[in-house]
């Protein structure tokens, strides 16, 4: 109730200044013209090319990062020699900024879908590489014996204890690459495309269209909030085995 | 099976260095024929679990070797199962498909390795649990899950880590009594290792005194020739028992008090 009236309230506020004139309407616009924009959008249906477009982007980096991270992950925490070998320049990789990347990748994969999966694929692996290789490492080794001496080989090993184990961590850590897929993907549209969210937003912004603008950013918002929930419900099922502790954070 | 003179297990001058410098075994030495119940008694710290994952093949020592049936371990050692002290079942999977994770990982299908585990589960008392995952067991029945787990795979040699240390004291009676039926018709070697002394006389054919560490070394092994099968309820009452606790225990004191002097 108290969640609902808080957003009532900051929306109510927001269209209320800006029909009080203390708000000006060309920087800020109304909630009410972004409703109308939106319904516009929707009965058109000009939004959904758009947005197809920029979720299978989105889509693509998430999955391509999601793989090499998992893989690279579980490859440094098993060969620690490679890890250490490897260590500095993963730090300097990550250490990049990746919006820098944006104008990079738009030459080397030009301006259709690639160059934004090049970009949200940069962020998504860093997120995802790291927390497997904590997964990994901090596998209980009770578990690892236990399974070694039931007779477990390498491979059975991977896939019976420590790919599961890792699961937790790397659950974590999709709830956050799904945004910031999202997010990459967006800027590298805004960057340069000709079609997607981002360029939606990009064009609306060139003409001075903030209602366009704020249009864009709640599409965005609703998608990411929805991939979210689908991801909480695959976490609650793949993690069934977990005893369940009442989270008080978010509900 | 090998023939009942030829020791399943011998541990071959054991020396076992951590890190260079902490030497948790010296000249460690000892052997279990095949068949036997042969519990192993330390002061806390000694290396027991050392000497334990050494012969299962976990840990290779610095120096001595471990013989299996005669031949020398290299590796994991195959012919033998595991219990471990804490719970090791795997906590993603559910009781049945823990029980059966050691038919699986030898290669049988699921659905027939399922099916033995299920026969297992009755065996030891978890009927109707199968499909549960283990938090949402007891400490006692997470221990017989574990305990079929082990036997399910028929091995040769079962080695226990002070298996039953974190149970309540009736639980723990229970479950010793359940390891001494599910030997009593498997007849595998088993060693274990405890530093209750109550424990060790209680199960054991031979009880092995481990000298305190560093540097610990099998100092003595007692014959334990109570009658079998044993009521362990009523075992304590026992003057045999009694007489053989006495001198044992006589042994274990001194290093139980080494290992409080060297705290």
Known sequence: ????????????????????????????????DIGARLGEWLRSGSIWAHLGTTLAEAALAFLIGVALGVAMGFALARMPRLAAVLDPYIRIANALPRVVLAPIFLLWFGLGIWSKVALGVTVVFFIVFFNTWQGVRE???????NARMLGASERQLTRHVLL??????????????IGFAMIAVVVGEYLGASRGVGYLIAQAEGVFDTTGVFAGMAVLAAVVLAVGAGVNRLELWLLRWKPRVPDSTYQ | MA??????????GITHTFGGSFTALKEAGLEA???????????????KSTLLNIAAGLLSPSQGEVRVFGQRLEGINRRAAYMFQQDALLP?????????????????????????????????????????????????????????????????????????????????????QEVLELWGNAGQTVLFITHELEEAIALADVVAVLSAGPESRIIAEHRVDLERPRNLVDIRLDPRYQELYRKIWGDLREEVLKSFAGR
């Not at chain 1, 927001?14 to 920087?27: C, I, M, P, T």
């Not at chain 1, 599961?164 to 690459?177: Q, Y």
């Not at chain 2, 024929?33 to 002061?43: D, E, K, L, N, R």
């Open chain 1, 1 to 32: 109730m108290w969640q609902l009236a808080v957003g009532v309230a900051a929306l109510g506020a927001w269209e209320g200044g800006v029909r009080a004139g203390l708000l000006d309407q060309f920087f800020f616009s109304r909630p009410s």
């Open chain 1, 139 to 145: 596998v209980d080794p009770v578990l690892v014996n």
């Open chain 1, 164 to 177: 599961p184990s890792a699961l937790s961590w790397i659950f974590s850590s999709l709830h956050i690459s």
């Open chain 2, 3 to 12: 023939s009942p003179s030829q020791p399943a297990i011998e541990l071959r």
């Open chain 2, 33 to 47: 024929t095949a068949g036997s119940f042969v519990s192993v008694v330390g002061p806390s710290g000694c290396g």
């Open chain 2, 92 to 176: 993603w999977k559910t009781v049945r498909e823990n029980v059966a994770l050691g038919l699986v990982f030898r290669g049988k299908e699921m659905p027939v390795a399922l099916r033995e585990a299920d026969g297992w589960l009755t065996r030891v008392g978890l009927d109707g649990f199968g499909n549960s995952f283990p938090y949402q067991l007891s400490g006692g029945m997470r221990k017989r899950a574990a305990m079929a787990q082990c036997w399910i795979t028929a091995p040769d040699i079962v080695l226990m880590d002070e298996p039953f240390a974190a149970l309540d004291v009736h639980t723990r009676m229970r479950m010793q």
